[in-house]
């Protein structure tokens, strides 16, 4: 048997009690819903995507070849960006429909964020 306890500096303890995966899988989700709505710490998948390419206008009005390929290692960087935020944004779409497993690897991903911190911990059987 195991504790899912969460933690942070502002909150006192949550912690759910574990016997199987499928609970654990459920706790996690718990977990999730507390985070989203009590603390918004998924705000930053929950809207649509709004990129900042910050490239330079030095870099956007020169023809110079240097400059060509910093403008285009930016929009790559980017493109990445946008890929992660999109897969992110999908596992966090099916949790908030209640897929328990999409919100598992949602919280486990950002484990360790101000107010993300989570432990498993063993319990004896009483």
């Not at 929950?46 to 330079?56: K, V």
């Not at 497993?101 to 101000?114: C, D, I, T, W, Y």
């Not at 107010?115 to 911990?121: D, L």
């Amino acid at each position: 048997m195991k504790l899912l306890r969460y933690t942070n500096r502002k909150d006192s303890r949550k912690s759910w009690i574990v016997r199987d995966q499928g609970q654990m899988d459920r706790s996690f989700l718990a977990l999730f819903n507390y985070l989203d709505a009590e603390w918004n710490v998924y705000d930053d998948v929950d809207e649509d995507y709004a990129p900042t390419l910050n490239i330079p206008l030095a870099l956007t009005q020169s023809s110079d070849p240097d400059s060509i390929e910093r403008r285009a290692r930016i929009v790559r960087e980017h493109k990445i960006d946008r890929a992660e935020w999109e897969a992110i944004r999908s596992l966090y779409l099916r949790a908030k429909s209640g897929d328990a497993v999409a919100a598992r690897k949602l919280v486990q991903g950002r484990n360790g964020g101000e107010y993300e911190k989570y432990t498993i911990e063993d319990l004896e059987e009483v």
